[in-house]
């Protein structure tokens, strides 16, 4: 058995030795990459920030779906916020 797991850790190669444990992959913005999507999300935070419900709802699919029982739209999702106090 031992000479079966040292035979696979020598054909996987150094990421064997690395079982059990995790790496961690970092997020990565490429936002730039695309300037309609730059300007939008700068547009969506500012809009955060302000607190501007017009333009937050005018952004929603018309589907939206605001809970897995069946609670679709945007006039549903927004009173699913009121009554979460948002």
Known sequence: MSL???SLSMVAGPQAQLWGQVEKLYP???AARDPSFFLFRSRLLQALHD???KFLFSIL???IKSSFGGDAGIDDFK???MANGC
Do not use: F
């Open 4 to 6: 079966l797991l040292v």
């Open 51 to 53: 607190r501007d419900e």
């Open 61 to 63: 699919s018309p589907d």
């Open 28 to 30: 990565v913005d490429e």
């Open 79 to 81: 009173r699913k916020i």
